[in-house]
């Protein structure tokens, strides 16, 4: 049988997912729940992680390695940023230890991008992105695009990390659909799916029309009034503008040649597959959570050599 050799973490604000791995990467044991940075924050870090090491009978002696916002300034201990351009392996020097803790536990660094006209950061998604970067469908040059809350889209040239750009696509669909105006037109609409016709059109005209994006997105409401818009297709409208108006923005920043990777998995994924095959734009398909596991083993097997199979 398999012996574990480390423990994986992927903190975010919201979600906590542990993967107990063995030298060779392979999952021995999984937990996910809602104890992200801000449940952990008031109950305790250490508390929740060592729940769940029990829980998976995680031995007392193996290391620990988190990826997230645990290492945020809110979260265990601030772990800080690696300023790009960068190589992505530069984040790995970067490990902070959790001090007081009988087990080694490190936190990854985030990418900071210090530009006045165009400051950034990621803390998380660069070890998705180490995780796809080492996939051999990957191009040293490409533009890697990993959805979310906050959308991330990173410019990768001769294996550099040269910048990146967030879109606040998901938040402001929240916003919009529970705290504007639209909310009306959207709130008895079921889930988006990429096969609506509607969502296809709006993410077109969005992409045609980027500087029209507000004015679309009134459209959600003026169509609901006048042309009996359901709100099932007002909100795949809304979907649709805003994912259309992140992609063309993206897109902007590179030559149209250049490899587009999506980091990606589940419903949101689906929509950003629907919308780039809308557009003509071809891509390669990582999934985001073997991304992530991916990078946290190719991170864990570099700060601690010995763990390699």
Avoid at 36 to 55: I, P
Avoid at 188 to 203: K, L, Q
Avoid at 254 to 279: F, I, N, P, R
């Amino acid at each position: 049988m398999a012996q574990p050799a480390f423990v994986a973490v992927d903190w975010g604000t919201t979600s906590f997912r542990m993967w107990l791995l063995d030298k060779s990467g392979a999952i021995l044991a999984e937990r996910r729940s809602n104890e992200g940075m801000t449940t952990a924050a008031r109950t305790g870090f250490a508390d929740v992680l060592n729940a769940h090491l029990a829980a998976t009978e995680a031995p007392d002696d193996i290391p620990v390695l988190i990826c997230g916002m645990a290492g945020a300034r809110q979260g265990w201990i601030e772990a800080g940023y690696i300023d790009v351009p960068a190589q992505i392996e530069d984040v790995l020097k970067g490990a902070v230890r959790i001090p007081g803790e009988s087990r080694e536990i490190r936190i990854l660094p985030g990418l900071a991008q210090r530009a006045e006209t165009a400051p950034d950061v990621i803390r998380g998604e660069e070890t998705q992105l180490l995780g796809a970067l080492a996939s051999d469908e990957v191009k040293n040059n490409c533009l890697v695009c990993m959805p979310g809350t906050h959308s991330k889209w990173v410019t990768v040239q001769d294996g550099t990390v040269e910048g990146f750009s967030t879109y606040m696509t998901g938040e402001l669909f929240e916003v919009i659909a529970k705290h504007s105006i639209l909310a009306h037109a959207v709130s008895e609409g079921e889930a988006t799916t990429g096969e609506n016709p509607e969502f296809i059109a709006a993410v077109r005209k969005a992409v045609e029309n980027p500087q029209m994006a507000t004015h679309h997105v009134f459209t959600v409401r003026s169509g609901q009034l006048l042309h009996a818009l359901s709100a099932t297709n007002a909100k795949a409208r809304l979907s649709g503008i805003l994912i259309g108006v992140e992609i063309a923005g993206a897109r902007s920043q590179v030559s149209s040649d250049t490899q587009v990777v999506l980091v990606a998995s589940g419903g949101l994924g689906e929509l950003y597959k629907a919308a780039l095959a809308a557009l003509d734009i071809s891509y390669t398909l990582i999934d985001a959570d073997a991304a992530v596991r991916h990078g946290l083993y190719a991170a864990a097997t570099t700060i601690w050599p010995n763990l390699k199979g």
